[in-house]
């Protein structure tokens, strides 16, 4: 059930650049629960680490904001904060958001009410007030700040600018939406276009495959045919998946938002291998199969919580399948599907009106997509479904925007081999790179 919700996932880290060690020490800040309730002194205490080997008096504090997921420090290794660091002399802090990995107010979450304090305003909150203690601690009170964040701590790098510009001189948005809708039909908009600008036929024959599921998944016999196909995918064990989690799964693995660079020839060759006893079903379960570990595994199950909590209070951000412009269209709404879930997971008052009503509210109050903001880089690969909701142009020239084609979600934080075949991307990091560095001088 899970998977129609799960939107962030962070790829694994690999193709380290630079070797930061295995043992990372742990540091915890301790936080007010509540920021927006003086008479509340309730604290907890959130995860961060250092790393002071670039670090010269005077050089910055660089910030990376931990999203949705347990924090990896050694994931740094691949991030542009690193390179940042190097140039400028810059201190380098890995911070948990509230309510993630060992980041967790309560150590046990027993009911709806204890997630109370789970919100992008408090969590704003949390850094703004971080920054603010930790500047003193260190001996950082006269550095510049730099806050660095990839899918929604992008998103909170860019609202922290926008926020608190007199305690934060630059961000870097990796991936970040920042446009909150609940119909987010523009997802697998993306993987039409990826597939269709190989061929029409490669996008015929995922409609037609998609479309014959659907059909078997009609009848008993049918769906026992699919569950007998799936069966041992990574993608969860299929006999407990209901017709349209199967078909969100494979939706999901479709639009693959972090797939490898330029993916759409290679994935289409596999598609239309030539096997005239196949059908377009039997091809595209073959194609799903083969890419189901690169897209599903195992995700922290307080992590998918906490995130499915955000995204029923404040994001909603539900793949909806009505666009004629994606190969999946359907009447099915995945609205309803994700408030059930909400209704059941957190109670009947998360229903479609609040929801709502809060992404109305939060599109007020940071702007949306007319977002005034300056220095901040935001980055977005064509090949991700998230760029729909970001920032796509830029304001002014203190906004740059970075348009990548052939790149994924996130994929300027995480510098791998995809560098070497994506020649604009590795330019495009060095150009922001020198960006933040007059920003932060
Ligand atoms: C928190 O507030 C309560 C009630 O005012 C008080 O009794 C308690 O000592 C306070 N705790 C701390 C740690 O300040
Ligand atoms: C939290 O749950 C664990 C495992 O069920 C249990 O051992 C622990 O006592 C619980 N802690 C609290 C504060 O309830
Ligand atoms: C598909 O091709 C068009 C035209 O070349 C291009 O603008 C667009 O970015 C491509 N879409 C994707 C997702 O790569
Ligand atoms: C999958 O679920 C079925 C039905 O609940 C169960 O019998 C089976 O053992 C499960 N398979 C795996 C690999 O866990
Ligand atoms: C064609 O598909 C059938 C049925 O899935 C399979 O047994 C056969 O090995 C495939 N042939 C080739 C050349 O891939």
């Known amino acids: 059930m899970l998977c129609l919700l799960v939107v962030f996932l962070i790829s694994g880290a690999i193709g380290y650049e630079i070797y930061l060690g295995d043992d990372f020490e742990e540091k915890w800040f301790e936080q007010y629960l509540d920021h927006f309730d003086a008479r509340d002194n309730r604290t907890f205490f959130m995860r961060y680490y250092e790393i002071d080997s670039f670090y010269q008096p005077g050089g910055p504090l660089l910030l990376e904001i931990g999203g949705e997921v347990t924090v990896d420090p050694s994931s740094l290794a691949l991030s542009p904060t690193l390179a940042v660091a190097r140039r400028l002399g810059g201190k380098i802090v890995l911070l948990e958001h509230r309510y993630y990995g060992s980041s967790a107010p309560f150590e046990n979450i027993t009911d709806t009410e204890d997630y109370k304090y789970l919100s992008a305003e408090q969590a704003l909150e949390d850094i703004a007030h971080f920054i603010e203690k930790y500047k003193n601690l260190a001996g950082l009170s006269s550095s510049k700040v730099a806050v660095f964040g990839c899918s929604y701590a992008g998103t909170l790098a860019t609202w922290m600018r926008y926020k608190f510009p007199h305690l934060v001189d630059a961000a870097w948005a990796s991936s970040a939406p920042i446009r909150i809708v609940l119909d987010f039909y523009q997802y697998y908009e993306v993987a039409a276009e990826i597939y269709s600008n190989v061929s029409s036929e490669c996008i015929a024959m995922i409609r037609q495959g998609y479309r014959e599921a659907k059909a078997m998944l009609a009848t008993p016999e049918g769906e026992k045919t699919i569950k007998t196909v799936f069966d041992g995918w990574e993608c969860g064990n299929v006999t407990e998946m209901s017709g349209p989690e199967i078909l969100a799964t494979m939706r ?21 291998g030539k096997n005239s006893s196949t059908t377009p079903f039997q091809q595209l ?24 909590y955000q995204t029923c209070s404040q994001f909603g951000f539900s793949f909806t399948t009505t666009s004629y412009n994606q190969p999946f269209k359907d009447t099915y709404s995945s609205i309803e599907a994700d408030l059930k879930f909400c209704a059941d997971a957190f109670g009947n ?4 009106e609040a929801l709502q009503r809060s992404i109305d509210r939060m599109n007020r109050v940071y702007g949306g997509g007319s977002l005034k903001v300056t220095k901040v880089v935001t980055f977005h690969g064509k090949q991700d479904p998230w760029s729909a909701m970001g920032l796509n142009q830029e304001m002014n020239k203190d906004t740059p925007v970075f348009l990548v084609p052939g790149a994924s979600h996130c994929a300027d ?8 075949e994506l020649p604009l991307l590795h330019e495009s990091r060095k150009k ?4 933040m560095k007059t920003w932060l001088q």
Do not use: T
């Not at 379960?285 to 499915?308: H, K, P, R």
């Not at 934080?413 to 070497?420: I, L, T, V």
């Open 252 to 272: 999901m693995v479709l639009s693959n938002q972090y797939s490898k660079p330029n993916h759409g020839v290679e994935s289409c060759r596999f598609l239309q």
């Open 285 to 308: 379960a073959a194609f799903i199969l083969q890419q189901a570990g690169n897209v599903c595994f195992d995700e922290d199950l307080d992590d998918l919580m906490a995130w499915s």
């Open 349 to 352: 008052e998360f229903d479609l």
């Open 413 to 420: 934080m995480s510098k791998s081999e995809d560098d070497a």
């Open 432 to 435: 922001a790179i020198n960006i």
